[in-house]
């Protein structure tokens, strides 16, 4: 493999200490050569290798409603789009399907929806009081902007950790394509969840439209500055019933160098290898794990609700059953020899936390 003049330093600053400066991270992602680009995936699976190793952790995706009241420009699940069908399912069976989960050995959940008021705080907290009292298994929300006070009391209920994406670091993008939701006011989200004890995660889409190298550079510093404890990437995917249904799909490659990069600036956080990936590509998810992820979420969502969460078109898995998703995700991270993590998989930056008091 040769590698131009430019890149050597950087691929070794990269792997020793991951202090990349802004010019630097957009040198290496507009790298679009065949070698430049292989030497920024290795280095991603080479940090990943060293800080956090060779274990995948399995998040079981419950996607417990469709319902929405916002209107992200990107998103098949918008308010507006009155072409899809919407359910909720039920909270009596979002435990259910929780401690099917448990039984099966996966030790976190995942609930995501819609940003759907219908699931009060109580509602919730009731959700996730039945599961952390009926299982081992940590439960992850992803379900939006709420009240801080909400943020609190499901913490109090029992909640471990929070995924909200900041979608873009751009402010300009941002307002573009949420005509319904502040910039400021999703970043003051994050920080509140950090606050309160989530283990937090954000993320962005590579490949929005009018998105630039600089861009991605920003998104990854903005994952720095927050500290994160977990970073969802994924490709931007246009959807028909959208405004944006004439735009191009994010690059794989370009999202691949994106989760490279992220690994090798964060060190050990916890990286999904997103659905996204795996929807514009057959071995998408592979990829990621071998470029710096750590993380997949299958999806546990019943049959009969999935095929309705189409936050994108031709997502993959839409009609597997669980039972299959779960002995197919193991296969394809053995295939690639890596092992499957049987512990919660926790932040690594949560347990330095707790060894140090
Ligand atoms: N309503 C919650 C969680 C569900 S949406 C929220 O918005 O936080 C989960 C993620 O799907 C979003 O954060 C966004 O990054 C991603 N997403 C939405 N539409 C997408 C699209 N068209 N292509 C790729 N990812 C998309
Ligand atoms: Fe709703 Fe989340 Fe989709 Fe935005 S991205 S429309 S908040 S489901």
């Known amino acids: 493999m040769s590698i131009s003049r430019e890149m050597k330093p950087l691929i070794e600053k990269s792997i020793e200490t991951g202090n990349l400066t802004r010019e630097e991270l957009v040198f290496l992602i507009s790298r679009t050569e065949e070698d430049d680009f292989q030497a920024i995936i290795n280095a991603g699976d ?4 060293r800080c956090v190793g060779s274990d995948v952790h399995i998040r079981g995706l419950i996607e417990f409603s469709n319902f929405c009241v916002k209107s992200c420009k990107y998103c098949g699940l918008r308010s507006p789009n009155a072409a899809i069908e919407r359910y909720r399912i039920p909270p009596e069976e979002i435990v259910e399907i929780a401690q099917d989960l448990n039984r099966r050995g996966i030790k976190t959940a995942v609930l995501q929806s819609g940003e759907d008021p219908w699931y009060t705080q109580e509602i919730m907290c009731d959700i996730i009081r039945k599961i952390k009292s009926t299982t081992d298994m940590a439960v992850t929300l992803c379900i939006g902007e709420r009240p801080f006070e909400d943020y609190q009391a499901f913490k109090d209920a029992g909640a471990d950790r929070y995924l909200l994406r900041h979608e873009t670091a751009n402010p300009r993008l941002y307002k573009e394509l949420h005509p319904d939701s502040d910039q400021n006011e999703r970043l003051a989200c994050l920080r509140e969840l950090k606050r309160i004890g989530f283990q937090t995660g954000a993320g962005f889409m590579v490949g929005l439209p009018g998105q630039t190298y600089e861009d991605i550079a920003d998104d990854i510093l903005l994952l720095k500055e927050y500290d994160v404890d977990m970073a969802g990437i994924g490709p931007f995917i246009p959807h028909p019933d959208t405004p944006l249904s004439e735009c191009p799909q994010g690059d794989l490659n370009l999202s691949l160098k994106a989760v490279a990069l992220t690994r090798i600036v964060l060190r050990d956080a916890l990286l999904p290898a997103t659905t996204a990936m795996g ?35 031709n997502k993959r898995c839409i009609n597997e059953d669980p039972g299959i998703c779960d002995g197919c995700m193991r296969g394809r991270i053995l295939s690639i020899g890596r092992t499957i993590s049987t512990d919660r998989g926790d932040s690594p930056k949560k347990l330095r936390a707790k060894t140090s008091i």
Not at 46 to 49: M, N
Not at 281 to 288: M, P, S, V
């Open 46 to 49: 080479e940090v990943r290798k």
């Open 279 to 313: 929807s514009i590509d057959e071995f998408g998810r592979e990829k990621a794990l071998q470029a710096g992820a750590n993380v997949v979420m299958p999806n546990y969502t019943p049959l009969k609700y999935r095929t309705f969460y189409e936050i994108y078109p």
